[in-house]
C-alpha cells in the first residue's frame, strides 16, 4: 500500500465542508488527459439545428423573453424559454404534503441564453462578445429576481455530451426555482458557519492566502482571481472569485463583469491548449433571491472538466475523487 501523501489525500471543502479525495499517480503526466478528438454529441441538431430561426430573427414566437444587441444593433445573446422545461411560471404557487413527506410545485423558469453563431465555441468569444453573455446572465437574474416565489437563479454551461450537452449550438441555461437546491443550502451554512466562528468571510481568507502562496492561482487582474481550488472535486477544476465581497452576481458593474470575461476566456482557452476539445460544466453561484441577507456569502463561478467517470466510491459514498493534485493543475494551466 502506497501511503505517499503526495500520491494520495483527503482535502476537505472550506465552503461546503465536503471531503474529497485526490489520488494522483506519481508517474502520470498532466498528457495524459488531453483529448486529441472531438467527443460526439449525439442529437438533432446535426441535422436540423432548432435554435437557428431564433438567432436569425425568423422566429416570432413568444418564447424569445429578450435579446442582448451589440452597438451596431446586432443580436449576440438570445434568452428563449425552454421548450421542454424542468419548471414552468405557469404552475401555481403552492407547498405540497403526504403524509410525513414535503413538496413543492414545479413551479420556476427554465431558460436557454443561445449565442449568435452555431459553429464558435465560446472560448473563442472576444472578449467584448464573451462580456455581453454575462450581461445577459445579468440582466435576465435582475429581471427574474423580483418575481414571487422565486428563491434561486441557478446559471450553468453544459460543453460536449459528457457535460450532458444535448445541442450542439453553442447555448447556457438558467433555472429559477421556488427552493434552495441542496448544494447551494450547504454552501450557505458552511460560509455562515465559517463567518461566526472567525469573525472574517471565508472568501476572504481563501483568497489572502493563495494570493500569498500563489501555489494554485492561475490567472488575476484588478477584479477577480482565477484558481484551481484546494479541494478540487475533479481533476483541473477552476473557480472564478470576485476580490470584492458582493454576495449576489446581478448586482455586479460592468467592469467587474469585463474582468469575469477576461478570465474565462483565460481558463477556455488553456484548457483548450492544455486538455484539447475537453467535455465540462460552468455553474454561477450567487447568493438566493429571497430579500435576506447573505452577507457571508461570495458569488463565484466554477468550471469542471469532465475527464473520468464515476466509479462506485464516487456514487455509493458521495464522495468525489480528484486524479490530478490541484497545484499540478494549476502549473499546467498557468503555462498554457
Known sequence: MNTNSKVQEFRQDLLSGEWILVSANRTARPNHFKI???QPTTNISQLVNPFLPIVNEESDSEEVVMVV?????????????NKYPMVHLDYPRKSLSEGPYRGHSAYGSHEVFIYKDPNLPIRDFSLKKMGYMFEAFQKRSLELMHS???EYIFIFHNHGQDAGASIMHPHSQLIASPIIPDGI???LIGAEKYYKAHKRSLFAVMLDYEREYKKRIIFENDDVIA?????SRCAFEVEIIPKEHKPHFPFIVQSVRDSLA????YVLQSYFRALGEVDYNMYLYTAPCN????DYFRWFVRLSPKLSRLGGYETG????????FPEQAAEVLRVH
Open 262 to 265: 477576461e478570465a474565462y476566456k
Open 185 to 187: 443550502e450547504r454552501m
Open 148 to 150: 414571487d416565489g422565486i
Open 291 to 294: 430579500g435576506k441577507p447573505y
Open 227 to 231: 484558481l484551481c481550488p484546494y479541494a
Open 36 to 38: 486529441t478528438h472531438s
Open 69 to 81: 444587441r451589440d452597438g451596431r444593433g446586432q443580436g449576440v445573446v438570445y434568452n428563449v424559454l
Open 317 to 324: 459514498a458521495d464522495t468525489d475523487v480528484c486524479t490530478v
